[in-house]
């Protein structure tokens, strides 16, 4: 019998796994496919939500505590597992600036080094071969990116590392009750006890949560892709202008993402999406025109209303907790949701205020 069962493989559900195990909790890990090859190795690993601004102050506190904390992670993941997750302090460049009094307040509110740059020479100082006349950007010099596909072959490998148990492949089909609380889950091979049960399913969390009575707003949300093999130095800054964003890694790949997309469970990618985003990242970056289309993908991501997850437990049946619907944000959100929920799993101070994150909160 294990102490708990974590019930999706992707970031937030290593994470909780491999915490509970520093805890000294017993743990099995579970998902549906690979580990990690949702929608956290789709995403472009921006630790910080595009336009913090926008959202309510609930998700900015999350972010802000998993910022301070994901340097150290990664140094721990490179050292447990020899994979680096390529935590990288670039900065972001942001070039639309019609709400820079919205976000100046927002910087002050969460003390994040925001700096107005008034003039098209400082833009093109931070980045030279950008094609924009914009005479005024925001500029976040610290903001740090993670290498989504490395991080979750890093956090795999220090389950590794850990003796955790992880089982691939194994959908659960039923979260087993008796008597108001959680005695089991059952997947097609097997029945596993257990009396404490973590929902960590992205996606695929509502149709899980349902089963057991719980009615919370998730759905898949597409988004779509494309990396460039360039050369290190053509793009020095993440940047952000207009909903597009590119991202440049330690290799010289860029990245330009993404759509945003409800079309259900759909992962196919189309023509159609990778003519938009060639096309956007031509336009900001015309010197990429050299370089080759290495790869288009695509990701399910969590959608929620308002980009709150829903973090906590089950009101009416003891043992059951999730930790679901981080929407464009689950890897800047997902350490700080862990460690919310791991707070009050084990009975302890939560690192913050718990209450925007419940059921019964409007998302």
Request: proline share 5%; with cysteine.
């Amino acid at each position: 019998m294990y102490d708990c069962v974590v019930v999706g493989g992707g970031l937030i559900g290593m994470l909780s796994a491999r915490q509970l195990k520093l805890e000294g909790r017993s743990v099995l890990l579970l998902d549906q496919g690979r580990l990690g090859a949702e929608s956290s190795w789709a995403g472009g690993g921006i630790l910080t939500p595009l336009y913090p601004w926008r959202y309510p102050e609930a998700v900015s506190h999350l972010a802000a505590y998993s910022a301070r904390h994901y340097h150290s992670l990664a140094q721990e993941l490179l050292e447990e597992s020899g994979i680096d997750p390529e935590w990288t302090e670039s900065g972001l460049l942001i070039l639309d600036a019609d709400e820079k009094v919205q976000a100046q307040a927002w910087a002050q509110q969460f003390g994040q080094d925001l700096r107005i740059l008034e003039k098209l020479t400082a833009i093109k100082s931070l980045e030279p071969e950008l094609a924009t006349q914009a005479n005024e950007a925001l500029w976040l010099p610290a903001v740090a990116q993670l290498r989504n596909p490395r991080l979750v072959r890093s956090l795999q490998g220090s389950l590794q590392y850990h003796q955790i148990d992880y089982a691939e492949h194994e959908a659960v089909c039923e979260i087993e009750r008796a008597q108001g609380r959680v005695v089991a889950v059952n997947t097609a091979k097997r029945r596993i006890p257990t009396d404490t049960v973590i929902v960590t399913a992205g996606a695929w969390s509502a149709g899980l949560l349902e089963q057991a009575g719980i009615a919370v707003k998730v759905e898949p949300v597409r988004g779509q892709m494309l990396v460039y093999k360039a050369i290190p130095g053509l793009l020095k800054h993440m940047v952000l202008d207009h909903g597009h964003y590119l991202i440049p890694r330690r290799d010289g790949r860029i990245l330009i993402g993404s759509t945003l997309e409800y079309v259900g469970f759909d992962k196919s990618t189309t023509v159609q999406a990778r003519a938009e985003l060639n096309a956007r990242a031509l336009a900001l970056l015309p010197a990429l025109s050299d370089y080759a289309i290495e790869r288009h993908w695509s990701g399910l991501r969590p959608g929620s209303p308002s980009g709150v997850p829903y973090i906590g437990d089950h009101p009416g049946l003891h043992g059951l907790y999730f930790n679901c619907g981080h929407f464009r944000n689950g890897v800047i959100l997902g350490l700080a949701s862990v460690q919310l929920l791991l707070d009050m799993m084990l009975g302890r101070t939560p690192v913050m205020d718990p209450a925007p994150y419940a059921l019964n909160v409007a998302h």
